[in-house]
């Protein structure tokens, strides 16, 4: 099996910064996109930011310019460097990643447990 394991996430002021990490683990022959997801209270889950295996990205609007996304294909891992964090941004962040297991394939969608953001004064 694959595990997505999330961390990094807290209380942080409104201006500060967050780094989450996600590092995949389990029997994994290859990563190609991942991705981090959100999801606040009654709202439905939106795409923050997506890496792929070969490092092109893609950000949320709201994303731009204040978060990003990067990888380490040697430790199966994503980041996302989070600064100038507003209270909008206080969701449960989520790890995605497409995964091909070792002698599958074909790739399935994995996802973490989520780590909890919240920017408050």
């Known amino acids: 099996q694959v595990q997505l394991v999330e961390s990094g996430g807290g209380l942080v002021q409104p201006g500060g910064s967050l780094r989450l990490s996600c590092a995949a683990s389990?029997?994994?022959?290859?990563?190609?996109?991942m991705g981090w997801y959100r999801q606040a209270p009654g709202k439905q889950r939106e795409l923050v930011a997506t890496?792929?295996?070969?490092?092109?990205?893609n950000y949320a609007d709201s994303a731009k310019g204040r978060f990003t996304i990067s990888r380490d294909n040697a430790k199966n891992t994503v980041y996302l460097q989070m600064n100038s964090l507003r209270p909008e941004d206080t969701a449960v962040y989520y790890c995605?990643?497409?995964?091909?297991?070792?002698?599958?394939?074909?790739?399935?969608?994995?996802w973490g447990q989520g780590t909890q953001v919240t920017v408050s004064s």
């Open positions: 995605n990643a497409a995964v091909r297991r070792a002698g599958v394939k074909i790739e399935y969608s994995y």
């Open positions: 389990g029997s994994i022959f290859s990563i190609n996109a």
């Open positions: 890496i792929t295996g070969g490092g092109s990205t």
